[in-house]
């Protein structure tokens, strides 16, 4: 189920941080967010709509200042669109259910898939399991 909201409705439900983040593609400070060291088990949602992104066994340490995963928790959770900002060439990552932006992918990870899907703590929300 996808989820369509006008801005106007983005803005009224997210705060000015989670909006710049989320809606216009900005990016959190780094080594600032509340789970770039974040180890608990459980399951990353996406802040804006509460789709279900990553499992907390594909996240890892890697030293980038942002949370990282080397696996989406299920095809299709994740969009992957070019992104050509900043004078650079990089994959944007977007929630599949609701277009927000997430981070970005990139083809450097340490584990067996070789990615590291860095992401904005303001980005995700955290639902623990035992």
Same mark, same amino acid.
Request: aromatic share 12%; charged share 25%.
């Given at each position: 189920?996808?989820?369509?909201?006008t801005e106007e409705e983005?803005?009224?439900e997210?705060? *000015?941080?989670?909006?710049?983040?989320l809606?216009?593609?900005g990016?959190?400070? *780094?080594?600032s967010?509340k789970?770039y060291? !974040?180890f &608990?088990?459980g399951?990353?949602?996406c802040?804006?709509c509460?789709?279900?992104?990553? &499992?907390? %066994?594909?996240?890892?340490d890697? !030293? +980038?200042?942002? *949370?990282s995963? &080397?696996r989406?928790?299920?095809?299709?959770r994740?969009?992957e669109?070019?992104?050509?900002?900043? %004078?650079?060439?990089?994959?944007e990552?977007? +929630?599949?259910? +609701?277009?927000? !932006? @997430?981070? !970005?992918v990139?083809? &450097?990870? *340490?584990?067996?898939?070789g @990615?590291?899907? +860095?992401?904005?703590?303001v980005?995700?929300?955290?639902e623990?399991? %035992?």
């Open positions: 189920m996808k989820t369509e909201k983005w803005k009224s997210l705060s *000015p941080e989670e909006y710049y983040v809606r216009e593609k990016t959190e400070a *780094p080594y967010g789970f060291m !974040h &608990d088990k399951i990353y949602t802040k804006a509460g789709a279900v992104l990553f &499992d907390s %066994n594909s996240k890892f890697s !030293h +980038c200042g942002w *949370p995963f &080397d989406e928790i299920e095809k299709g994740i969009i669109k070019i992104d050509r900002s900043h %004078n650079m060439t990089r994959m990552i977007l +929630c599949a259910n +609701c277009g927000s !932006h @997430l981070g !970005h990139f083809n &450097d990870g *340490p584990t067996q898939t @990615l590291r899907y +860095c992401v904005n703590s980005s995700l929300d955290f623990k399991t %035992n």
